[in-house]
């Protein structure tokens, strides 16, 4: 079964946008991840963030985590056409356990 | 280096045939994950080596699935009997060790069941 929700389920921005996606987890983690997944293709590791963390950047990608809220929530900034994907949250509930995904949100970047 | 590699790619199988999907890790990743995605979901784990023991499977669907890694590299997600509720892609995932979760994904392997 799903760890959870992501929102919005679908999200069509312009290039040069911010896009924000958010994740709703259920049980207590380790760590949670994003990953991104084109079209027929297989899932691409963003970013992580531990359970003691409460903000992580890299490039463009910005990710917050509120325990208390089990949510997190995953910013792109100055999107490109080429950030067209699904996202997904993943979370573990142990280190190098198996990974719990959320249904993803699916982004379109138009140019 | 060479990524995760699965075949393969696209596979038709009758209802009731038998298949056999291969997963070709990261070389030296410890840690072998199976997950099955159906279209529009996320993936959902199905089952996760270290080396050559099967740690959990407790996400395998039915006794129809099973897998193995005997050599503790290459590893067979075998399906028994096909029903069109198999009909998924089913993703193999690798990472170095128990301690690093970042986990290596190959593209996949779609299974259609008429």
């Known amino acids: 079964s799903q760890q959870g929700e992501e929102d919005p389920q679908a999200l069509s921005i312009q290039e040069g946008e911010n896009a924000t996606m958010n994740c709703s987890y259920k049980?207590?983690?380790?760590?949670l991840q994003w990953y991104r997944q084109n079209s027929g293709r297989g899932l691409v590791h963003l970013i992580l963030i531990r359970s003691n963390e409460r903000e992580k950047h890299s490039g463009r990608l910005r990710v917050t985590l509120d325990t208390s809220k089990k949510s997190s929530s995953l910013l792109i900034t100055a999107s490109r056409a080429a950030d067209t994907a699904s996202y997904f949250c993943a979370t573990d509930e142990t280190s190098g356990s198996r990974l719990t995904f959320g249904e993803g949100t699916q982004l379109t970047v138009n140019p | 280096g060479a990524g995760v590699s699965q075949s393969p790619r696209y596979k038709v199988a009758k209802r009731g045939q038998d298949v056999a999907l291969r997963c070709d890790p990261i070389s030296g990743h410890v840690s072998l994950f199976w997950y099955q995605q159906a279209l529009g979901q996320g993936p959902e784990f199905l089952t996760y080596?270290?080396?050559?023991?099967?740690?959990?499977k407790s996400g395998l669907p039915s006794d129809r699935f099973f897998a193995e890694r005997p050599e503790g590299s290459v590893s067979t997600l075998k399906i028994q009997r096909t029903q069109q509720e198999d009909s998924a892609v089913y993703l193999c995932?690798?990472?170095?060790?128990?301690?690093?979760?970042?986990?290596?994904f190959g593209p996949g392997t779609r299974l259609t069941v008429t």
């Open positions: 995932a690798s990472s170095v060790t128990l301690g690093r979760n970042e986990q290596y």
């Open positions: 080596f270290q080396n050559e023991a099967q740690l959990d």
């Open positions: 049980t207590s983690i380790n760590n």
